[in-house]
């Protein structure tokens, strides 16, 4: 596929976007062999140049053990990078994980305040983890 060989050369030129849609395609199997592995290799790529998006997906590859060992303590630290640059979807994650003691010691406070910066931007399975409370988030 075209698109995916424009993917592959921006990403081997060290385009961390490129990278990380890259990984996606892998990840799901997008004009090429679904392949958790390289899936992960692509993530990581984009993860180490500060791409929240690619940090956060490596982080659910650790969370969940795919492609990667499982491992939930890094995952909250990676997701704890994406979060903190204000990626919503890493918010959830890193809230996710504080709320339910995934990875980390329970903390709902904090947990919480996670999932309401991600609910703040629209993310709605923030919103719902949140219940009727996170319309007045905003």
Not at 19 to 25: E, N, S, T, V
Not at 60 to 76: H, P, T, W
Request: proline share 1%.
């Amino acid at each position: 596929d075209a698109a995916v060989a424009r993917w592959r050369e921006r990403a081997a030129q060290g385009h961390a976007d490129a990278q990380f849609f890259l990984g996606r395609c892998y990840c799901f199997g997008i004009s090429c062999a679904k392949d958790d592995v390289c899936a992960c290799r692509w993530f990581r790529r984009s993860a180490e140049q500060g791409c929240a998006a690619g940090q956060n997906n490596l982080a659910l590859r650790f969370e969940q053990g795919e492609g990667v060992r499982e491992d939930k303590e890094e995952a909250v630290r990676i997701y704890r990078l994406s979060a903190e640059q204000g990626f919503a979807f890493g918010q959830y994650n890193l809230g996710r994980c504080l709320m339910y003691g995934i990875g980390v010691k329970h903390d709902l406070v904090e947990g919480k305040r996670w999932v309401s910066l991600s609910a703040e931007q629209g993310y709605s399975n923030a919103q719902q983890l949140l219940g009727p409370s996170a319309k007045d988030t905003r």
